[in-house]
């Protein structure tokens, strides 16, 4: 990890829907608990996607997506992963093509990594920072405590993977 990276650690999810709020939660949690560092980023991006494209514009090295997934381990459990290769658009049939650019204003954060790709203004590195959810099937307010109780360690796992020596970083 260079520690002149621009980086961008966005949070993803449904406020609604139990643990999916995980992504947003984090990126409260980081905004408050860690010291701002000019080169590190962070956006709330919910369910949508679109101003992340714009904000990618402002030019990135790494982006870190903090979101709730369902890897079949334990509530709460944090994991660092690669994004996989993302579908190219100019790769699409012509009618996937109109349908994927139908209406970008609610897409996706997938949709909107896919079109920050064809717009070559997704960065080489993407990774998502998943916390394994333990209720997020219905509409309710409210995380699990499980989650709850991963987001200080998620901070700390985060700062570990990418190297903050945060008193360094001050100086």
């Not at 002149?4 to 992504?23: C, H, P, S, Y």
């Not at 980081?30 to 494209?53: Q, Y």
Request: hydrophobic content about 40%.
């Amino acid at each position: 990890m260079n520690k002149t990276d621009k980086i961008l650690i966005a949070g993803v999810g449904n406020e609604l829907r139990q643990d999916d709020a995980f992504g947003i939660e984090f990126v409260r949690a980081w905004e408050r608990d860690m010291p701002s560092l000019g080169r590190i980023n962070t956006m709330e991006v919910g369910i949508a996607g679109i101003h992340l494209v714009q904000e990618l514009h402002t030019g990135y090295d790494m982006l870190v997506l903090a979101d709730a997934v369902d890897y079949k381990r334990e509530p709460g459990t944090i994991s660092i992963e690669e994004v996989e290769k993302l579908s190219r658009v100019e790769e699409m049939p012509l009618d996937q093509k109109r349908e994927f650019l139908a209406d970008m204003h609610y897409t996706n954060p997938t949709r909107a990594m896919m079109l920050a790709q064809a717009l070559n203004v997704l960065p080489e590195k993407v990774y998502i920072m998943g916390c394994q959810s333990a209720k997020h099937d219905d509409f309710d307010i409210g995380m699990s405590d499980e989650v709850t109780a991963a987001i200080p360690e998620a901070i700390k796992e985060l700062s570990k993977w990418l190297e903050l020596d945060l008193e360094l970083e001050k100086a």
